[in-house]
């Protein structure tokens, strides 16, 4: 079986994340000369934008490659995207810049996991939060699958995740994930963030590392004999010619969609959400360092507490309710029906495109496929792709076969995510509206997904198979476990029969570990007035290997 162990490290090496077995795809192989390429033109300044002109301007500039970003004076960036997974940990740390700086410029704040709420009517299994593992959960990890395969089997034991990972306490307890120094395991978490602030944040920073900046729309998009970009024109009436172009133009795929033409897949069969509202609320007086995510009548509604404001959001299907229906029960669940504070409605288009990298343009962000705001993975998808494109470029490989691979690698990620991101509404067990019924009565999955639930349906271990597949690309064991037990998908109570001796874990012990874990914790409001520096991690080099 796949050892179930957390052995992650957010760190880049030799410019790949390593991501459990996403590490495993080898760099492409030194073939080809590095290809000529003197001048990049990123076509967008949203955060997909910024974020991989920050990685570029790394990478490229030293190299004497010119990066220019170009971004319309009149569409505005989607100014939503507020939650992170750990691994933007990594792209701030790839380019030497400090939490104490960034953080408070962009309002952010830490995250330990996302509490998903309602989503389940099994008695017991009505909320659980999906933690952001750590080394220091090597020691329960064990003993949460254990006992969730034993239930699963059909012994009475204690198996919601939410008693087995040092982050939900953390997080139940508003903390930061930040040890004291004398804490030897590195904890694992994300952020929040103001996503205008943090644009604009990108964008200074990139200035100074030298990426050039320019204010126009692009109006048309040149091929040449080949059908490569050559250039893009401006409504400004400029010619910008380039040997590389990236697309950061969000939806509208302004060069790899429009103008190369390359094929979308549609995610609507297995994810049927297609709009969304956001609308802030005050703070409270404790700053939570968790996202909450809870099952609305046609969705589900995002809470992201930042230093200033919660964001918060509904992303539903319009299929099912209109646009009204949507803000009120949002207002209503805020208690702002009366209130005139704004609501931002927007519309999402899921899916990807089937070639994120397409002749010479490379697509990042919305323009090259979205799987859902739920999970808060999009800017993973952005890094990813900048920091994989860098890696396949510094090993000299722009062939077509390169291309493939790249492609490839990217698709089994997304197609990999988003079958993680289905599990959340296929297993919903709510029967209140025709949307969750819908949802949960969906045979639209992909065969890995299918193979997954019918083995915990037959009461099998599915770690294993986790890893086997390329759906294990998309999340991690532990992560597939905490959504199969904490969606309650168990035999009933009444069916269950007490656990063989000596074979459940005593839930007294695992509570005072992590009780005692805890007291090297402190108050989120508290650590974020005085974000500590970045200290030597020489301790957690041990453990990351
Ligand atoms: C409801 C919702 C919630 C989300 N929540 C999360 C989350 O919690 N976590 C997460 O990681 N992601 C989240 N996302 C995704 C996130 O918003 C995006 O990943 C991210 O902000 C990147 O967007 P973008 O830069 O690709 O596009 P945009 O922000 O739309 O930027 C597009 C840019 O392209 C420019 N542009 C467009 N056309 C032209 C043109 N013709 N010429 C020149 N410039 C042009 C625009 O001016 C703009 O600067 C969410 C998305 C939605 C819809």
New binding site residues.
């Given amino acids: 079986m796949t050892a179930p162990r957390f052995n992650y490290s957010y760190k880049q090496t030799n410019l790949t994340y390593s991501f459990g077995s996403f590490s495993e795809s080898a760099p492409a192989q030194k073939t080809a000369p590095a290809p000529a390429i003197k001048k990049i033109v990123i ?7 910024w974020m991989a002109a920050m990685i570029f301007a790394n990478a490229f500039i030293k190299k004497g490659i010119e990066i220019t970003l ?16 750990p691994w933007l940990r990594g792209f701030f740390d790839s380019l030497d810049i400090e939490e104490s700086e960034w953080m408070p410029e962009v309002n952010a704040t830490y995250k330990c996991g996302i509490t998903f709420d309602k989503w389940s009517t099994r008695p017991g299994f009505e909320s659980y939060f999906h933690p952001f593992a750590s080394m220091l959960d090597n020691l329960t990890l064990g003993m949460f699958i254990h006992n969730v395969e034993a239930r699963l089997n059909g012994a009475d034991v204690y198996a919601h995740p939410n008693r087995f990972f040092i982050a939900t306490r953390l997080a139940e307890n508003c903390m930061a994930p930040k040890p004291s120094h004398s804490f030897p395991f590195d904890i694992w978490y994300g952020y929040h963030f103001d ?1 205008v602030l943090l ?1 604009q944040y990108l964008h200074k920073k990139a200035e100074q590392r030298g990426v050039k900046y320019k204010s ?4 048309d998009v040149k091929l040449n004999e080949r059908g490569d970009i050559a250039a893009v024109t ?1 409504r400004e009436g400029e010619t910008i010619a380039a040997d590389f172009f990236i697309d ?5 795929g ?1 060069l790899i969609q429009k103008a190369l033409g390359t094929p979308f897949i549609p995610f609507a069969n297995n994810l049927f959400n297609d709009s ?1 509202i ?1 609308m802030p609320t005050p703070m409270d007086e404790k700053i939570p360092s968790q ?1 909450v995510s809870t099952a609305m009548r046609h969705g589900w509604k ?1 809470k ?1 507490p930042l230093t200033s404001r919660y964001g918060n ?1 509904y ?1 539903y299907s319009s299929a099912f309710c209109s646009a009204d229906e949507a803000e009120r029960e949002l207002r209503e669940s805020l208690g702002l029906l009366d209130s005139k504070t704004e609501a931002r409605h ?1 519309k ?1 288009k899921t899916g990807r495109c089937t070639k994120h990298w397409n002749r010479n343009c490379l697509a ?4 090259q496929g ?1 799987i859902e ?1 739920l999970e ?7 890094q990813r792709t900048a920091t994989t494109f860098v890696e396949f470029f510094e090993a000299g490989d722009m062939s077509e076969r390169a291309q493939e691979r790249f492609n490839q690698r990217l698709n089994e990620h997304f197609e990999g995510t988003r079958d993680y991101i289905v599990t959340h509404y296929k297993t919903n067990s709510r029967t209140d509206t025709e949307y969750w019924r819908a949802n949960a009565a969906n045979m639209n999955l992909s065969d890995s997904l299918k193979q997954i639930y019918s083995m915990w349906t037959a009461g099998k271990s599915i770690a294993a198979e986790v890893g086997r597949q390329a759906i294990g690309k998309g999340y991690p064991i532990f992560s597939w476990y905490s959504i199969m037990s904490g969606m309650g998908l168990f035999p009933s109570q009444k069916d269950l029969r007490p656990a063989p001796a000596g074979r459940a874990y005593d839930m007294a012990e695992i509570d005072n570990l992590l009780e005692r874990s805890a007291l090297n914790f402190r108050d989120q409001r508290e650590v974020l007035a005085d974000i500590p520096k970045k200290r030597k991690e020489s301790a957690m080099q041990i453990y990351f290997w």
């Fill in positions: 076509v967008g300044g949203g955060s997909s934008g170009l971004e319309s004076p009149t569409v505005g960036i989607i100014g939503v995207g507020e939650g992170s997974t996503a644009g126009c729309h692009v109006a401006t950061c133009t969000g939806f509208a302004v969304a956001a996202t995002w992201i959001g992303v927007l999402m990042v962000g919305l323009s979205f705001p808060a993975t999009a800017l993973l998808f952005n």
